[in-house]
């Protein structure tokens, strides 16, 4: 389960940035359309790029509204279910596409594509069974990220493999700079449950048998990926469990930490000037994610984010959210000021130094995350499960049966499995 | 009152406790009986930016056939009561037979979701409802002592946790017990013992959303108790002070009993609000070592696939369980009532 305190927060302190959008005269390249855009979305940098951009197609006859917040996969689905549905468009990821699909909410977009989207890229496009059900602009990962001058102070390179990241981690200790050098996002639930993702995967484990909804995490695999996330949070600040992806960037601001396996999204934050001393944001750097084991592929996921329309609005309405969403996912947004903002997939897009973690990780062979109807329910029994083998309540074996049995008591209940 | 004026006069609420509490109740019930329908899957192939793979989907036509035969879901009966997430029948018999000894049993039926919340939710009820009574008593019996120029100032400092947002109370102090916060560090070394950290401990972590439940919701007791303090009668505390009764006897033989509706009056809201423990869990970030039936509930919701027919299970459990905790109360009032009328 994923439970986020700034989430949570966020809604109970204040409610959701409710934007309503206009830029005064359209622009050429929106054409003739004529129809309401509703976009709900999460709430970052890039994502308010795309909806301003894709706001400069309001005119009188075409409104664009975004409701951008954190809670956004807590209401995009209730909020595209009606007839004519409330949001015509939702900005969505790997995996929050996911329960969109299950609904049958989101539109089609093969004849928009023909119509309008001609000189979108293919490789943008994300088809399942054949159909275009969204348009990708973004990638993100989870990759290294180390602190240069501590690893100097050691003398060993950037870690290439976990077992490396863990002598450096005891070299660091050992030589009194951190007392707990390795970071990551170990928060109970959403967090925890990925990590054991990447790392189950990079040692060749399947989470599901061949193509069934029924989970297989009960094998060597799943005893090594616990064993190595054990011996990991050994070198991490006691609190791990409670450590989300903004507490686990507070940890780095702060200096406590020079190792981790992190989101491309957020390695802005480390590296600029906010937040944290010179000493540590000077010395940031970021590299490719690790492997385990002499394996090749690396234990991390690859994500999209990208854009759908939804399918209960009328034909009109859907064609003016495709174009004003394309207008918004054009290479006309990159800028000096956004180019930084995400590893754009859009063409024109230069890397910047702080995107070199995704960039590379995209090259390394990762797996993308699985795009399957039942994958959350096991996202979840996992995030639950692993956090009792950490704080020590059930042995390994117990924890992998306890993850199976949870995830099929849950996979009966929606109709999964018999 | 005769009967048709009491009709009328209840009418109003009676239709609002119709549709405020009996409707949902009853929706959350069918809600548990139905389960959405079997999904036939299908495999599909996926392209995204990173290349394609084979994957499986909902097959929508298929579906839409089941679910315009049955629009209410697929009717389940007890059976989501009775799966591993809750009641877990099947496995608590398993570890019946296998079980080793008491403690053994007891350890493996607590590594079960639903009694490993249930678990913490008892303790927490247990705990924290006498213990936030006793020490509103406390502070009320204090501060009526107190010279009236001190009272209001006084007051308003002992309500200010009960004044503070549960959400923002509970993380002010889970800041303070953070292994570097004041309280962390404090205990750290009292302990002697550096890598002492209370969020990673699991007795630890109790005690403190127990320690939060008492700060919280003393203060309620706190004002209770002072109002009711002010309506002991002058004469029979007088009468108790020339027949020689020391203070701790007229505590106990006059005020005590004196405040005992009340008492059993904030036992009873106490006991409803406790059951449902919920804020600190989450401001405190303790889903790894505590969960409560609503953190359950929350999860169940809150997750990227929702399972509704889980919570609404989870729901009956919970109503289930404040009724049988509050029923000694109720049964007690009913026939304290009676003895009234008679």
Redo the contacts between chains.
């Keep these: ?3 986020s ?1 700034k989430r ?2 966020q809604s ?1 302190l204040f409610s959701s940035s409710l934007l309503a959008l206009s830029a005064g005269a359209a622009s050429a390249s929106c054409g003739d359309i004529a129809g309401r855009v509703s976009v709900v979305g999460n709430e970052f940098p890039a994502i308010h790029t795309v909806t301003k951009a894709a706001a400069t197609c309001a005119n009188d006859k075409v409104t664009v509204k975004a409701n951008l917040t954190a809670d956004h ?2 209401i995009n689905l209730p909020g595209m279910q009606g007839n004519p549905a409330e949001y015509t468009s939702a900005i969505i990821a ?3 596409i ?2 969109l ?2 609904g ?1 909410v989101v539109r089609p977009l093969d004849d928009l594509v023909a119509k309008f989207g001609q000189d979108i890229p293919k ?8 159909k275009v059900v969204a348009v ?1 602009f973004m ?1 993100n990962a989870q990759h290294l990220v180390y602190r240069d001058d501590v690893l100097k102070k050691i003398g060993m390179e950037p870690p290439k493999t976990y077992e490396q990241l863990l002598e450096a981690a005891e070299k660091i200790r050992a030589a009194g700079i951190m007392k707990n050098p390795v970071g990551g996002a170990y ?3 959403y967090n925890l449950g990925l990590e054991f993702i990447n790392i189950y995967m990079a040692l060749g484990g399947e989470l599901f048998k061949d ?1 069934t ?1 029924t989970a297989s995490v009960k094998n060597g695999q799943g005893v090594a990926a616990l064993e190595l996330m054990k011996k990991l949070t050994g070198y991490m ?6 450590h ?1 992806s903004n507490a686990t960037a507070a940890e780095w601001e702060a200096g406590n930490v020079a190792l981790m396996n992190f989101w491309g999204s957020r390695t802005g934050v480390l590296m600029d000037k906010q937040g944290s001393t010179p000493e540590v944001y000077e010395n940031t750097k970021v590299g490719a994610p690790m492997t385990i084991g002499g394996g090749k592929i690396p234990a991390t996921t ?1 994500w ?1 984010d990208g854009w759908t329309v939804a399918r209960n609005i009328p034909d009109a309405d859907a064609a003016a959210t495709f174009v004003a969403m394309k207008t918004g996912t054009s290479p006309a947004i990159l800028n000096d000021a956004t180019m930084g903002q995400a590893v754009w ?1 859009i063409e024109g897009y230069k890397p910047a130094p702080v995107n070199q973690g995704v960039m590379l990780t ?1 090259e390394s062979g990762a ?2 995350y ?5 994958m ?2 096991l ?2 029994a996992i995030g ?1 499960n692993v ?2 083998y ?2 020590g ?2 042995d390994a074996q ?1 924890t992998l049966s ?1 993850i199976e ?2 995830y ?3 996979a ?5 499995l ?1 | 009152m005769k009967h048709k004026t009491f009709l009328w006069f209840f009418l109003p609420s009676g239709m609002a406790m119709f549709l405020f509490i009996a409707m949902p109740i009853v929706s959350v019930l069918t809600q548990s009986v139905y389960a959405p329908h079997e999904q036939v899957i299908r495999e599909v192939e996926n392209c995204t930016l990173f290349g394609c793979s084979k994957a499986t989907q909902i097959d929508q036509e298929a579906t839409r056939a089941l679910r315009d035969a049955e629009p209410m879901g697929r009717f389940v009966g007890p059976s989501i009561y009775t799966d591993r997430n809750h009641l877990a029948f099947a496995e608590i018999a398993e570890i019946w037979r296998n079980a080793s000894g008491h403690g053994n049993f007891f350890g493996q039926v607590t590594n079960l979701p639903f009694y490993d919340a249930l678990s913490f939710t008892l303790t927490y009820t247990a705990l924290v409802t006498p213990l936030s009574l006793a020490f509103g008593l406390i502070i009320a019996l204090a501060v009526n002592a107190l010279p009236r120029l001190f009272r209001g100032p006084v007051i308003f400092v002992s309500l200010l946790p009960m004044i503070v947002t549960p959400l923002v109370g509970a993380l002010i102090l889970f800041w303070m017990i953070d292994a570097r916060g004041v309280l962390g560090a404090a205990l750290q070394a009292l302990a002697g013992d550096p890598g002492l950290s209370i969020k990673a401990s699991t007795p630890l972590m109790w005690t403190m959303l127990i320690v939060y439940g008492v700060w919280s919701s003393a203060p309620f007791a706190f004002v209770i108790y002072y109002a009711g303090l002010q309506t002991v009668p002058g004469d029979t505390l007088e009468s108790a002070m020339i027949d020689g009764a020391s203070r701790w006897e007229r505590i106990r033989y006059v005020i005590l009993p004196h405040l005992l509706p009340l008492t059993t009056f904030m036992a009873l809201i106490k006991i409803m609000d406790n059951f449902r423990v919920f804020e600190p869990i989450v401001s405190f970030s303790a889903g790894a070592h505590a969960k409560s039936l609503s953190y359950f509930i929350y999860s169940d919701l809150g997750g990227e696939t929702r399972l509704l027919s889980s919570a609404a299970a989870t729901s009956v459990l919970t109503i289930a369980g404040i009724i049988v905790l509050i029923s000694p109360v109720l049964v007690r009032t009913w026939h304290a009532f009676g003895r009234v009328r008679a």
């Design positions: 389960m994923t439970i305190l949570l927060f109970a996969q807590k790997t995996s929050s996911t329960p699909l299950n049958n490789r943008q496009l994300i088809t399942v069974n054949g990708a990638a928060a109970t639930g193509g909804p600040n006691p609190d791990f469990l409670t989300d690859l999209w997939m995209m797996k993308p699985p795009m399957l109807p039942y959350g329910l996202h979840a639950e956090a009792r950490l704080s309540k059930a117990t306890d049995a949870a099929t008591a849950a009966k209940e929606k109709g999964f018999k």
